[in-house]
C-alpha cells in the first residue's frame, strides 16, 4: 500500500511543487523589481484568479473521482464519457469567463480594496493572464482525467512542462525583453497556451484507443450525466464557500495597508508550498480509494487511508519545523526590510499552518475518490462559520493576529468535521 500510494504522491508532489515554486518566483521578481507594491499587485492579481479558477475546481476534483471508479469497475466507455463531458465544460466554462471579464474585474478588486498603486499594477496584470483561462480550465480537466486513470505521471509532465515554460518566459521577459511587471503576466499567458497544446498531444500519444471510444456528436447529450453534475454542483458551491475566506483574508490584508498586504502574501506563499506537497497525498487519496471503491474493495480502502494519514503526519511535521524559522525564506522573496522584520512578528502562524490544516487535505483526497461531494461541502460550511463569527467576536486590538487566530481554526474545523463525518457515515456504507 505504501508503494501504491507513493507511486502515486511522488510525481504529483512534483508536479504541485512547480506551482508554488512559480508563485515564489513571481513575488521574488516583483520584488527584486520594486517595493512592497509590486509584490501586493502580484499577490492582488494572482489571487483573483485563483478565486475565480476556485470555484470550477471540480473539472479536476469532479472528474479524477468519478475517471478512478469507472477505472475501478474496469467501464473503459465510461472512462472516455469522463474526459468528453469534463474537458467540454470547462472550455465553455473559460469563453465565458473571457466574455465577463470587465464585471468579474471590477467586483474581484472592489471587493480586495487595495491601495491605488496596487490596483493598477493588478488591471495591467489581470488584463494579460485573463486570455489564458481557456487553457488553464481544460488542463484542470485533463490532469483530473490522467488521476483518475492512475496516471499521476502524465498529469505531472503537463505541469511541469507548464511551469518550466512560465519560469523561463517571465525571467527573459522581465530581464532580458526589459518588459519590466508585465514580462510576468505575459510569461504566465505563453505558458498556458503552450501547456495546454502538450497535453492534447500526451492524450494523443498514450490514450488514443479511449479516445476513439468518444462520440462527438453526443457531446450536449445529457443522458447519464446526473451524477457528473450532481457531484460538481457540491464541489463547486464548496470552491465558493473557499473562495469567501480566502477573500477575505486578502481584502482583510489590503485594506490593512500595503506592508500587511505584503506580509500576508509571504504567509500565503507558506500556505501555498505546504499545500501542494500535502495535495501530493491528497491525489494518491483520490485515485487509490476512487479505484477501491469502483472495485468494492473496502479492506484495501481503509488500509490506504491510514497509511495516507501516516505520511501526512511525516510532512507536517517536517513543514512544522521549517516553518518555525522562516527568516531566511522571507529573505529568498523580498528584499524589503520593514516586510520581513514585519513578517517575522507571524513565525509562529506559520509553524501552525501545516500542523492545523494537513488533516483536512488528506480528508479532501478521500472524500473525491469516494465522491462524497457533499460531506467536503458541510465540511467548508462549518469551517466557514467558525472563521467569520471568531474574527469578528475577537477584539480589534489584536490586528492582523486576529485574522490569522480565526484562519487557523478554520483549518482546523475543516478537518475536525470531515473525520465526523467519516466516522458516522462512510465506515457503515462501506460495510455493504
Known sequence: ???????????????????????????AIAGHLGDATMIGAIAVGSMLF????????????????M???????????AQARMLQQSSVLALAIAL?????????????????GPSPEVRSLAYTYFDIVIWGAPPTL???????????????????????????????????????????????????LLAQWLGLAYAVWLLRRGYGGLL?????????????????????????????LLMLANLFLVSVGARSGDLILAVNALMQQLNS???????????????????????????????CVRRLFVWAAVLTGAFTLVYAFPQHIFALLTDDQPVRLAAMDYRWWCALLPVCGAAAFVWDGVFIGLTYSRGMLWAVAVADAFFFVLYFILPASMGNHRLWLAFVTYLTMRGVVQTVLYSSKLRTSLKN
Open 212 to 240: 476513439r471510444l468518444i462520440d462527438w456528436r453526443k457531446t450536449w447529450h445529457l443522458r447519464g450525466s446526473g451524477r457528473f453534475f450532481r457531484v460538481n454542483a457540491d464541489i463547486f458551491v464548496r470552491s465558493t
Open 138 to 188: 481544460m488542463m484542470m480537466s485533463v490532469k483530473g482525467w490522467l488521476l483518475g486513470m492512475q496516471d499521476s505521471k502524465g498529469a505531472m509532465y503537463v505541469s511541469i512542462v507548464v511551469n518550466v515554460i512560465n519560469i523561463v518566459a517571465s525571467l527573459l521577459a522581465v530581464y532580458v525583453l526589459r518588459m519590466g511587471f508585465v514580462g510576468i503576466a505575459v510569461g504566465t
Open 273 to 303: 508550498l505546504f499545500a501542494y506537497f500535502m495535495d501530493g497525498i491528497a491525489f494518491a487519496g483520490e485515485a487509490l480509494v476512487g479505484k477501491y471503491y469502483g472495485r468494492r474493495d473496502s479492506r484495501h480502502l481503509r488500509l
Open 50 to 65: 485563483n478565486f475565480v479558477y476556485w470555484n470550477f475546481g471540480f473539472l479536476r476534483m469532479g472528474t479524477s473521482g
Open 96 to 112: 465565458l469567463i473571457v466574455l465577463l471579464q470587465w464585471p468579474i474585474r471590477w467586483l474581484g478588486f472592489s471587493v480586495i
Open 67 to 77: 475517471t478512478a471508479q469507472a477505472y475501478g469497475a474496469g467501464d473503459h466507455a
Open 1 to 27: 500500500m505504501n508503494r501504491e500510494i507513493l507511486r502515486i504522491a511522488l510525481p504529483a508532489i512534483v508536479a504541485n511543487i512547480t506551482i508554488p515554486v512559480l508563485g515564489l518566483l513571481d513575488t
